[in-house]
Nanobody
């Protein structure tokens, strides 16, 4: 059974930082692209960042580019999202997701391309 468990969320003031982690089990982590999505109240779930198998290929939403960094540790089966210079508009439930991909450089940005999802974790940024 595949499990993705997020941790590291919480409340922070604008300009602060948080680091989200996603611990994976039950899947072939080393051949899965990993992604982070978020959903604010009353809005649709949106793409935040993705990373390919090897960690070399990454892609970010324009809204977080330059502030967020996605990474992964294949030995520990963990993906992370370092969030700096947080803004109130970053407030949302953040979800970790995994997508089976054929190539190490493949990344995924669409919700429907992901096979597994975590339960989500709240991030609140106050002004």
């Amino acid at each position: 059974q595949v499990q993705l468990v997020e941790s590291g969320g919480g409340s922070v003031q604008a300009g602060g930082s948080l680091r989200l982690s996603c611990a994976a089990s039950g899947l072939t982590f080393g051949t899965s692209a990993m992604g982070w999505f978020r959903q604010a109240p009353g809005k649709e779930r949106e793409f935040v960042a993705t990373i390919g198998w090897s960690g070399v290929s990454t892609y970010y939403a324009d809204s977080v580019k330059g502030r967020f960094t996605i990474s992964r540790d294949n030995a520990k089966l963990v993906a992370a999202l370092q969030m700096n210079s947080l803004k109130p508009e970053d407030t949302a439930v953040y979800y970790c997701a995994a997508a089976k991909t054929p190539f190490s450089g493949s990344v995924r940005i669409l919700l429907r391309e992901y096979d597994y999802w975590g339960q989500g974790i709240q991030v609140t940024v106050s002004s």
